[in-house]
């Protein structure tokens, strides 16, 4: 189903749209969207179209995720959101969505989902929560 111009977009990104932000939000900066075509191939081993990447970039415009600057031939995206706020934004969203707002909801849900964690990341979670109580 085609977008009305009229309506706001929703700011949630599918799951190739958050690959491409995520080579966006990698680099820090500028990047081309044969950049992103590369990176993802690297990285993924997806091999997209220029066409598809053209398509996924303008969908993240019109959500209001990027915007593009023209150098010389060539198109450069930067990210107009912070990686941390959208990740921050849906972890909010999803705990509302299904645990009713309940942090210790979605903690469970995590724990028995059978996620791989290591003893490192384990002692990171503990001192974040120690750090709640200061």
Excluded at 16 to 37: K, P
Excluded at 44 to 56: K, S
Excluded at 95 to 100: D, N
Excluded at 103 to 127: C, D, H, N, R, T
Aim: with cysteine; glycine share 6%; charged share 35%.
């Amino acid at each position: 189903m085609k977008r009305k111009k009229t309506e706001k977009p929703e700011e949630n990104l599918t799951e190739r749209e958050a690959m491409v932000m995520r080579c966006i939000w990698d680099r820090g900066g500028d990047i081309s969207s044969l950049e992103i075509q590369q990176k993802l191939q690297e990285e993924n081993g997806l091999a997209f179209e220029r066409t598809t990447i053209a398509t996924y970039l303008l969908h993240l415009q019109e959500k209001g995720f990027i915007e593009r600057n023209k150098k010389g031939q060539v198109y450069y995206y930067r990210p107009l959101k912070e990686k941390d706020q959208y990740v921050q934004s849906e972890v909010r969203k999803t705990t509302e969505q299904w645990f009713s707002g309940a942090l210790p909801g979605l903690v469970a849900a995590f724990v028995q989902s059978g996620a791989e964690i290591s003893p490192e990341e384990l002692q990171k979670v503990k001192e974040l929560i120690d750090g709640l109580d200061q």
